[in-house]
Each structure stands twice: as structure tokens, then as C-alpha cells.
């Protein structure tokens, strides 16, 4: 677990320390730049929540990073790790690795393409091109996929799952399917 640390002025060097200890034993990993940078707006984007460490701690905020919607935590409260990273840390380290590997992928990639490689076709085009590599997957999985016919007609407005959700289940299971045959999925 990723935890942005933000560490206010007059903050004594014991309360850093023993705010690194607790972090360390409870398995999280503290990261901590400059307020308002790039390299912070970065960071609080790869983190799982903020912990704010203020000399007084009667001027902690919990709406310092209102925009984040991330949990924040005022110290000594440490956000606690999910079930599934205490019982598989492989699973979640190696989940983790997929998800950055795809990000490296995705910015390779993007440079030999421009926005118009997507926006040119739309939903319509990235739609297609995951029914391609689903075909092609299933396919090489050993399924005869036959397709008699199709159409198109007017997307539906979803009653239950969002699209949104569902192209992040769609990733999450990419994620899984690799993890799986990796063996480290429920590890």
C-alpha cells in the first residue's frame, strides 16, 4: 500500500519517526514530495491514501486534498491494508507490476499512434478492437467461436453497471488472465 504523507512545518523529527515506524510495520509504504509540484500531483495518484502529520494536531485537515478522492488519514490513524494484500501479497505485488507494465506499454505505443488512432472510430472502434484480441484470445484458448451474424443499432443506457465499470472489469480480468497463468494468482 502507497500512502502520500503530507508532513506540515514544525512537525518534530520523534513524531516523523515514529510515524515511519508505524507505517513500516503495518506494511505501507510512505511517500512524501513538495505540496503543489508536478512530482506530487504524480504521486498522489499512484497512492491508496494521504496521511497528514501536523504539529498541532488540532489544525489537521481532512479537505487539504479535497480533489484527490482519496481517504485521508490524520496521524497517528494509519489506513489499514485490504484483506486481499494481507492474504496474497504475490497476487497484489504481481497485480501491481501488470498495471505498471501497461502503463509503459501504453505510453511506447502512443508514440508511434496519435489521438487519432482512437478518436477517429470512436466507441465504435474501440469496441472492435477489443472483440478482436477477445476472439483472438478465445481462439488460441481452444473455443470455436462462430459468429453468424451481427448489426449494429444505438447503444442502451445501462440500468445496473456502468460502462465505465465495466471496461475497468475488463482490465482488472486482462490483469487477471496473465496473473493466473503466471501462477501467482491467489498467492
Not at 503495518?26 to 508536478?38: D, E, M, R, Y
Not at 508514440?111 to 484470445?137: F, Q
Request: charged share 25%.
Amino acid at each position: 500500500m502507497l500512502v502520500y504523507v503530507q508532513i506540515e512545518k514544525g512537525v518534530t523529527l520523534n513524531t516523523v519517526t515514529d510515524a515511519s515506524v508505524a507505517m513500516f510495520d503495518a506494511g505501507i509504504t510512505p511517500v512524501t514530495c513538495l505540496p503543489g509540484t508536478p512530482m506530487a500531483r504524480e504521486a498522489l495518484q499512484r497512492c491508496d491514501a494521504i496521511l497528514y502529520i501536523a504539529a498541532d494536531q488540532a489544525e489537521n485537515e481532512a479537505s487539504v486534498f479535497p480533489s484527490e478522492n482519496l481517504p485521508v488519514y490524520d496521524w497517528p490513524d494509519l489506513p489499514e491494508r485490504s484483506p486481499t494484500e494481507a492474504k496474497y501479497p504475490e497476487q497484489v505485488e504481481g497485480f501491481i507490476k501488470k498495471i505498471m507494465g501497461m502503463y509503459r506499454v501504453h505510453l511506447r505505443k502512443n508514440e508511434d499512434y496519435s489521438p487519432a488512432n482512437i478518436m477517429g472510430a470512436g466507441e465504435i472502434g474501440i469496441v472492435t478492437r477489443l472483440w478482436d484480441k477477445m476472439a483472438r484470445l478465445m481462439n488460441l484458448s481452444g473455443f470455436d467461436v462462430e459468429v453468424k451474424s451481427t448489426s449494429y443499432r444505438e447503444p442502451k443506457e445501462p440500468k445496473h453497471e456502468s460502462i465505465e465499470d465495466n471496461a475497468i472489469d475488463l482490465a482488472n480480468y486482462a490483469v487477471i488472465f496473465q496473473l493466473y497463468r503466471e501462477g501467482t494468482w491467489a498467492k
